[in-house]
């Protein structure tokens, strides 16, 4: 298969959250990814989650995967389990790590696993603002806007 680009959204709220960070990305560029950029790690509060949850630090990267995009899934979710984040969990529990593919070159999937592009991409400053350090110009495949414009539009 032909090197496919990805964009992938890293979170950690639990341990030493930028080590928790740098660690996935470790293991990303090691395994499934090659030619991976990182953004800058911002901080943001827990979305959705139990009260009293810690805050995030949230980062995004960008590289090429061979895999499909099923088989990255996996990939990342054994990163997660690798890194303590059990892979039976409550829905937006506390984690050492979260992996979530945001895009997948300009293509789309649906299924009960799987959503890409990532279906709150477009409405998450956390996600938005490191994914537009690094890849403002990539059109969000099903809509009629870039990273950067997306971005633009949730500061509005």
Do not use: K
């Amino acid at each position: 298969m032909t090197a496919v680009p990805v964009a992938i959204a890293l979170g950690s709220n639990l341990g030493d959250r930028d080590a928790n960070l740098q660690r996935a990305v470790e293991l990303l560029a090691a395994g499934p990814l090659t030619h991976v950029r990182v953004a800058a790690p911002v901080t943001s509060a827990p979305l959705d989650c139990p009260p009293g949850a810690p805050g995030y630090r949230n980062t995004a990267l960008v590289g090429e995967t061979t895999l499909a995009c099923p088989d990255l899934l996996l990939a990342c979710r054994a990163i997660e389990e690798q890194l303590g984040r059990p892979a039976q969990r409550a829905y937006h529990a506390s984690r050492t790590i979260d992996i979530d593919i945001l895009l997948y070159g300009d293509r789309q999937f649906a299924t009960p696993t799987l959503t890409v592009p990532h279906s709150h991409l477009t409405e998450r400053d956390f996600v938005l603002d490191p994914l537009a350090e690094l890849a403002p110009d990539w059109r969000v495949p099903g809509t009629d806007a870039t990273v950067a414009e997306w971005r633009s539009r949730l500061r509005r």
